[in-house]
């Protein structure tokens, strides 16, 4: 079975400051990647995904995120922050063969932006 | 375009009491649909999803049940509410294929 780790609970980072969010995933074949973003109280919102091919992918937002197979890892990266970024982030695994719905997500990095 | 709609958006039920969860989804024909509950601190966990009318798959044991009377419409349920029910529920649907999820706004559920 596939899992997911993100190992920061908790990010706080300056208004206009770089940003890397870390995700390792355990899958045993080539895995279906994705990044979500949660705003307080509202449903996820799709950031990016990585299917196959180029392995640094462009999402929404100024968002991309490089898919490291010897490190198992899909960090999310954006280069300036802006204070709208505020919200808790989920990485997210899909296994090759099921229905895409059946993702297994990690237990999110919460992102704080100071001003 | 598609639009998915949840409700209520935040629910208080006592221990013991019925739930009721619905979702529907607009725009699209035969969307896989998908319960996932999100506890704080514990990421999101996939409760069932459904492939098709009537056609629903369990991932965990629990109190809850889902059914899916018509093809955009999925329900969340329980005949006895647990103080452990208590969560965010999201209702999700896709394409299938490699298509990603999409999300409704949520219901917060506190069992009290």
């Keep these: 079975a596939q899992s997911v780790t993100q190992p920061d609970i908790h990010i706080t980072v300056s208004e206009g400051a770089s940003l890397e969010l870390r995700c390792n995933y355990s899958y045993g074949a080539t895995p279906y990647l994705f990044w979500y973003v949660q705003s307080p109280g509202q449903g996820l919102q799709l950031l990016l995904k990585y299917f196959s091919g180029d392995t640094l992918v462009q999402g929404i937002k100024g968002f991309e995120a490089e898919f490291k197979r010897s490190q198992s890892s899909f960090n999310l990266r954006k280069p300036s922050v802006h204070w709208s970024d505020a919200a808790e982030y989920f990485c997210a695994v899909g296994a090759h063969g099921t229905s895409y719905g059946k993702l297994t997500f990690g237990q999110g990095t919460i992102l704080t932006v100071h001003p | ?112």
């Design chain 2, 1 to 112: 375009s598609q639009t998915i709609h949840q409700w209520p958006a935040t629910l208080v039920q006592p221990v013991g009491s019925p739930l009721s969860l619905e979702c529907t989804v607009e725009g699209t024909s035969n969307p896989n649909l998908y319960w996932y509950r999100q506890a704080a601190g514990r990421g999101l966990q996939l409760l069932f999803y459904s492939v098709g009318i009537g056609q629903i798959s369990s991932e965990v044991p629990q109190n809850l049940s889902a059914s899916r009377p018509q093809d955009r419409q999925f329900i969340l349920s329980s005949k006895k509410l647990l103080l452990s029910d208590s969560g965010f529920y999201l209702c999700a649907w896709s394409d299938g294929g490699n298509s990603p999820l999409h999300f409704g706004n949520g219901t917060r559920l506190t069992v009290t």
